[in-house]
């Protein structure tokens, strides 16, 4: 006897199919692989994409057209690539769409140079002078000792205006921190 | 994207099947119950108990296996609203398994207000299961031997089994 259905019987409930599919891959009645056909149904939002890796997929991941889908939200992103254990996304154009997105958000930036455990360019650096927890957690865990001169005293000029108290702290955190070392490199 | 799952391959892995079938049912893909499913799955009684909750019926062979099991048993016939199996070598069995751990026979006393065959299974059970056991079906037939621990061992639960069994 065979039990028989079609991946297009579960548009309208995608995580019914997850779960199918995680049972079949678990029993070992199905190798995971990329598959368009199930892409279709299941991979149209980004958490419901990450889930799909987290379970169904594991290290293999969307195809790589449809991992522009975590576009919508670089946060998710982050998680994929945590997930897939890799650094950047399959296709250099999404990788590039992520990387602006990111550049603009001092907590997803250090989020993602936590995973590749690199520092970014000191023009991209610029945007941790947004946020200054990011900063002081950035410049401890992954560059760990002071940033650029240029973006240090960028960052001192700021202790001259009104910050918001979690700012200020994380501001004169980071620059004690940085006080540590000799001289700020350049 | 087609599936085509043969059910004898899931013969060592009948859990996945049934999860399976479980889901394809919630998205109205109306799999029924039948002989060769029923075969492959119910192997052991939490297995059955779990077939029964997804098509609603199991064989004569399948109950035999699940009443080895007295709590998958209860939970089974109270969902058939019924107190007792059908058959009667079944419902031995029931009874019989029951009797063989102290934790099942208080199921089994609190399911049908019944004592179990064998009541020694007490003797080495923890005392506040005999409590239990004996708040149902009231003084033990190993009570005398539990009078006798009870001069050696001064548990509070022996205690008030036997301030209980005195009325």
């Known amino acids: 006897m065979n039990i028989d259905f079609n991946t297009n019987d579960f548009n309208g409930n995608p995580q019914t199919l997850i779960y199918i599919l995680y049972q079949l891959r678990k029993s070992g009645s199905w190798i995971p692989q990329i598959e368009k056909d199930i892409e279709d149904v299941i991979c149209t939002i980004p958490s419901r994409s990450l889930k799909y890796t987290k379970y169904v997929v594991p290290l293999i991941g969307l195809s790589e057209s449809r991992e522009a889908v975590f576009l919508k939200n670089p946060k998710i992103a982050i998680s994929y690539l945590k997930e897939m254990k890799c650094e950047t996304f399959k296709d250099e154009k999404i990788q590039k769409r992520f990387k602006k997105k990111i550049l ?68 004169e955190e980071y620059v004690r921190f940085a006080k540590r070392f000799d001289k700020i490199p350049s | 994207m087609l599936f085509s799952l043969c059910v004898q391959n899931f013969k060592k892995k009948p859990s ?43 064989s004569e062979s399948s109950e035999c296996i699940l009443a080895k099991n007295t709590y998958k048993s209860i939970c089974y016939l109270k969902k058939l609203k019924q107190n007792n199996f059908a058959l009667a070598h079944i419902q031995e069995k029931f009874i019989f398994c029951a009797s063989k751990k102290a934790e099942n026979a208080v199921h089994y006393a609190r399911f049908s207000g019944n004592r179990v065959n064998d009541e020694s299974v007490f003797l080495k059970a923890p005392y506040y299961l005999i409590l239990n056991y004996s708040k149902i079906v009231g003084k033990l037939t190993i009570h005398e031997e539990l009078e006798k621990l009870a001069k050696i061992d001064k548990n509070s639960f022996l205690k008030e089994y036997l301030r209980q069994a005195s009325f």
């Open chain 2, 16 to 58: 996945y099947l049934l999860k399976i079938i479980k889901e394809l049912n919630r998205n109205n893909h109306n799999i029924e119950h039948n002989n060769e499913l029923e075969e492959v799955i119910c192997k052991t009684p939490s297995l059955i108990y779990d077939y029964f909750n997804v098509f609603g019926k199991i």
């Open chain 1, 104 to 171: 603009k958000r001092p907590d997803l930036l250090y989020g993602y140079a936590k995973i590749i455990n690199k520092r970014f360019s000191e023009d991209e650096e610029v945007c941790f002078t947004k946020d200054f927890v990011y900063a002081n957690l950035y410049a401890r865990d992954i560059i760990k000792g002071p940033f650029s001169e240029k973006i240090h005293n960028m960052i001192l000029l700021y202790s001259y205006g009104n910050l918001k108290s979690m700012q200020k702290n994380a501001l």
